[in-house]
């Protein structure tokens, strides 16, 4: 076997049925469930148990992370919608008009990020000057609503990739 084959093995565009594919999946959405606008999840708990100053770096953390949010779409928000909806519209011409398999993950990935990516700044919006229980109440909702957009998107990517890989034949029929 030589160098090229190997290599190209080892990056293959086959999402579906390619492990490294469900492994980035994982990985995407429990970080995005960790880190509940941009404030890790660990810090919200040990600040409703310990209080003092691991709640008030959790609300620093928010209070910087809300800024920047709400900054970024102030400022660029036009412009990334317009970039997201182009892109998304590309990757879905390609993938589901076209028959192109990454295109589709990529969509499949990409679409319920933009959903969350909405509501976090949604979020960001309504959660600056909060006190510490309503932000810790705030950031556990985002973090359910995170939660259940991911195990929708998992199960759909799932159900999506089962689909393709037994209608194309992968698995050698």
């Known amino acids: 076997m030589d160098w090229y084959s190997t290599a190209f093995e080892l990056i293959d565009l086959r999402s579906f ?11 995407i959405w429990s970080t995005a469930s960790h880190f509940v606008l941009g404030v890790p999840y660990d810090l919200v708990v040990r ?3 310990n209080g003092g100053q691991a709640e008030q770096d959790m609300i620093d953390l928010v209070r910087i992370n809300a800024g920047r949010l709400i900054y970024i779409a102030d400022v660029a928000g036009s412009w990334l919608i317009a970039i997201g ?3 998304i519209s590309s990757l879905v011409l390609m993938g589901f ?3 192109v398999e990454f295109c589709q ?18 979020r960001a919006r309504t959660i600056v000057g909060l006190p510490g229980a309503e932000t810790r109440k705030a950031l556990r909702g985002h973090r ?3 939660q259940v957009i991911g195990m929708i998107s998992i199960l ?6 089962m689909f393709y890989s037994l209608s194309v034949g992968v698995l050698g029929s």
Do not use: E, K
């Open 144 to 146: 359910l609503i995170v």
């Open 105 to 122: 993950a990529v969509v499949l990935i990409f679409a319920p990020m933009m959903i969350v990516f909405v509501l976090t700044v949604r």
């Open 85 to 87: 909806f182009c892109l």
């Open 17 to 27: 049925s390619n492990l490294w594919f469900w492994i980035m999946l994982a990985v």
């Open 97 to 99: 008009a076209y028959g």
């Open 47 to 49: 600040a409703a148990r």
């Open 156 to 161: 759909i990517t799932s159900m999506w990739g």
